[in-house]
């Protein structure tokens, strides 16, 4: 499979800006650069109702932004968690696909702030992740969201904590959660698949760039083996919620991502996964600019009315 046609002319164009490779760039550099990227990604979506809260997590607190779509509540709720290898991303950068879920699934979506590395090393981001979902459960009524219809997801590192969150979720007695939506997921600190081998440079996403990232996710001394930080590593995988895992055909994560789906499946968790041909990693944010991700988008709006059904 070559290419997307519109996923090339992405890459092009933002190949044609010679900007630096993540790799040499600051943590504020990079933050910096995705957020002025995010305006070229076009329109977003009206949505009925939208809110900012602060949620207490372990030394602080951290804001979400909630999505409400039309129509009469309590509505069920994704938990979603940006990408940007934990170091860079926010609310802004994934604001558009926040309000096109929250529509498509006539969901309410939670936009999570979770503090970034290196400032806040692994744990903080799994930890805050689980806290805000915890929040959802809790406040469910004042926000509209009927607690037991609530599923996590995120693209990326969000979905790393996605996993995570599942994770914790059953090994600290809930909230229950309806799905898990790992969209192209990084789920285990090593570099040695295929994907990382063939597609190591020029997919957007390198190899160098995401050793970058784990590197100030975990700090000098961290453990990527850990099961918060690495899904694939987890002892066991049984009693995790249902999950839609999505790849991308022309990324070095797609196949620690279909690892994770595999095992899952083995382990008895009822799994989807659909590998995009001729994408590259990021295509969830481009619904504006590739019809595939576009398809991506509805097909995660239907898992999410399927499991809340």
């Known amino acids: 499979m070559t290419l997307d046609p519109q996923a090339k002319r992405i890459m092009d164009a933002t190949a044609a800006l010679n900007l630096p490779p993540v790799e040499k760039m600051t943590p504020a550099q990079a933050r910096e650069n995705m957020r002025s990227r995010t ?70 979506v ?20 689980f806290a ?37 979720a059953r090994d600290r007695g809930g909230p229950v959660l309806k799905l898990q939506v790992l969209v192209y997921p990084v789920t285990d600190h090593s570099f040695d698949t295929v994907s990382y081998r063939d597609l190591a440079e020029g997919y957007m996403l390198t190899r160098a760039g995401m050793q970058w990232f784990w590197n100030h996710y975990l700090g000098p001394n961290g453990d990527g083996r850990q099961p918060y930080a690495s899904p694939l ?17 022309y990324d070095p994560l797609r196949d620690e991502g279909e690892a994770y789906a595999d095992r899952l ?9 659909t590998r995009y041909p001729g994408l590259v990693h990021g295509f969830i944010r481009w619904t504006n600019l590739v019809d595939k991700s576009r398809a991506a988008r509805d097909e995660i709006a239907g898992a999410l009315r399927k499991a809340f059904a």
């Open 132 to 168: 805000a979902t915890r929040w959802v459960a809790a406040e469910g009524a004042r926000l509209g969201v009927d607690p037991r219809r609530i599923a996590v997801g995120g693209d990326s590192a969000g979905g790393n904590l996605a996993a995570a969150v599942s994770l914790m």
């Open 39 to 108: 305006a070229g990604l076009g329109p977003v979506e009206d949505v009925a109702a939208m809110a900012d809260h602060r949620v207490a997590v372990d030394g602080g607190d951290i804001a979400v932004r909630c999505y409400t779509p039309a129509g009469t509540g309590p509505f069920p709720a994704l938990v979603f968690f940006h990408g940007g290898g934990w170091v860079i991303g926010d609310i802004e950068t994934h604001d558009g696909i926040c309000r096109s879920l929250a529509n498509a699934a006539g969901a309410v």
């Open 265 to 273: 499946r083995r382990a008895g968790v009822p799994v989807t996964v």
């Open 233 to 249: 590593q987890a002892k066991s995988v049984e009693g995790l919620p249902p999950a839609l895992v999505m790849t991308a055909e």
């Open 110 to 129: 939670v936009n999570v702030d979770y503090r970034l590395a290196p400032e806040h090393r692994y744990p903080v981001a799994a930890e805050d992740a």
